[in-house]
C-alpha cells in the first residue's frame, strides 16, 4: 500500500531531550515536506526537500534539523526541545514540488 | 505573497444537506490542491484541480483560474464529512500556501 509513515504517533518528552521523528514514504517521491499544526495558525511548514542531499527551509524551521540522505526517508530532528515545539506535526510527500501531497498520520508531541 | 482565504468559516449542517466551500486566492495559480483533516487529525488529498472540474462519488470541485477562486462541493453529506477542509496553491516560489480551513460539522 501506499503510504507516508511517520513515527511515533504520540510522544511525550522533557526539555532538552534529543529526539528524532521519523519518516518513510514508499511511492519513490522526489519531494517531501515536514509541517506543524497549532490552533489558529493552521499548517506550517518546517523543513522541505525536493530531492536526496537537498533540503531547504520553510517558514518556521528554528530549532529543527532534517536530513535526506535516503530518498525515501525524510527525518525530522529537535537537538533541544522546548515546550513551545509542543504541536502536531506532520510529513509529507509528493512526487515532485506542486504535486498532489500525500500525509502521514502525524506525530502529536508534547514537551514539558 | 499570495493570500488564500477561505470561507465559511465554520458549517453545521443535517445529514442529507449539501454545502458548498469557497477558496479565494490573490493571484494567479497553475496548482490547487483541497484536503480534508478528519476528526481524527488524519489529512487526506481529495482533488488536486488546477482548472476545471473534477468529481470524485459525492465529492467535486471546481477551480476557475481567471476568476482565482474553487469551490468544493459535498452532496449528500454524511457524518464522516465532518472535519476540516482545506485549499492550498502553489505560489512562484514553489511553496504551498494554505487557506485556514473551513470546519465542517454534520450532525445526525
Redesign the interface.
Known sequence: EAQVTQNPRYLITVTGKKLTVTCSQNMNHEYMSWYRQDPGL??R?IYYSMNVEVTDK?DVPEGYKVSRKEKRNFPLILESPSPNQTS?Y?C?SSLA???????G??T?LTVT | GIQVEQSPPDLILQEGANSTLRCNFSDSVNNLQWFHQNPWGQLINLFYIPSGTKQNGRLSATTVATERYSLLYISSSQTTDSGVYFCAVLDSNYQLIWGAGTKLIIKP
Not at chain 1, 514540488?97 to 500525509?103: R, Y
Open positions: 493552521g499548517l511548514q520553510g502536531l506532520f509529507a514540488v506542486g504535486s498532489p501531497l500525500h500525509f498520520n502525524g502529536r
